[in-house]
């Protein structure tokens, strides 16, 4: 009796033993709404293969929020500039700053900074994206991401009219008893301070009235990316810019967003490319700088 007993346990036990590892290997359905298991999607193929979605993306974060924050100076026309009356913005990339906002049905909320600040103010997540003439850089690209570039700058003079043959080369600007105005703590100052040895260079702190000391006489030159010298020459009919279209240096300029997260990065890289190729971002810089 006893054996006749055992011997059907024995078989169960011996199904039961087989069929255990299938079922713990197996890979469970996923629920309804739920996210597919890290590296694997729910059709079975490798999650690298699939869009990023991220929770922690701006792509979704903004719309969701209904702001997109912009850092910019406000003190950087033809690009970024804040009324002191009325604090109101206008430029190139504040009506720039208004098409993304749309596009990501959110509206822009504007971020003071500063040059020197900037890029630590985005890393540090008081904004969404860094606009307002914002030339790429090595060190800067260290700490964000720069999108697709908006336009090719470069540095060059700003001088008085009637000076414009006596500052043409860094040569004949680095000399004893030339005054070199620049703003503090971005690549205008960088670059004449890299440059200049002999020249004096004096650090004015409000960039809004900068040109104000060239046209007085208490300063010579200031060396600015070509575009602001267009646009100062022609509120300063006494300024002129000097070789713009052939500048000392060859820079961009681009939008800085936080580094780390692609799917914004992309989206906004695909944003740019197309303001720059429907005639957009042309018919905005157009209205300041008369081309």
């Known amino acids: 009796m006893k ?10 036990l011996l199904a039961l033993a087989t069929a255990a590892p299938a079922a713990s290997y197996a890979t469970p359905a996923p629920s309804p709404g739920a996210a597919p298991t890290a590296g694997v999607t729910a ?23 209904g702001v997109l924050r912009v850092c910019t100076t406000g003190d950087y026309r033809p690009f970024s ?31 003071p900074t500063t040059w020197a600040k900037l890029v630590g103010d985005l890393a540090a997540g008081r904004c969404d994206i860094g606009m307002g003439g914002v030339s790429v850089t090595l060190a800067r690209a260290r700490a964000v991401y720069f999108s697709e570039p908006t336009r090719t700058d470069g540095k060059t003079p700003i001088v008085r009219c009637a000076d414009q043959d006596r500052y043409r080369t860094l040569e004949q600007i680095d000399r ?50 070509a575009s602001e010298t267009r646009y100062q020459a022609r509120v300063h009919p ?44 042309r018919k905005y810089e157009g209205a300041w700088m008369g081309k």
């Open 43 to 65: 059709a079975g193929a490798s999650a690298a293969d699939q869009p990023d979605r991220r929770p922690g993306s701006l792509l979704d974060a903004v719309p969701r929020r």
């Open 176 to 225: 004893p008893g030339t005054r070199v105005v620049v703003n503090p703590g971005g690549t205008n100052e960088q670059f004449a301070r890299a440059h200049l040895k002999k020249a004096t260079i004096t650090v004015h702190p409000d960039n809004t009235t900068i040109f104000d000391e060239i046209v007085a006489g208490r300063a010579d030159v200031m060396m600015t990316d």
């Open 3 to 12: 054996r006749a007993v055992l011997l059907p346990a024995l078989a169960c």
């Open 238 to 281: 006494e300024l002129c810019a000097v070789h713009p279209d052939r500048p000392f240096t060859f820079s961009e300029k681009a939008y800085a967003l936080p580094r780390g997260d692609d799917a914004f990065l992309a989206y906004v890289n695909q944003w740019v490319h197309l303001a720059t190729h429907d005639g957009t971002y």
């Open 81 to 111: 500039y804040r009324d002191p009356r009325t604090g109101a913005y206008s430029g190139v990339d504040i009506s720039m700053a208004r098409d993304l906002a749309k596009s990501l049905d959110a509206t822009p909320r504007y971020v």
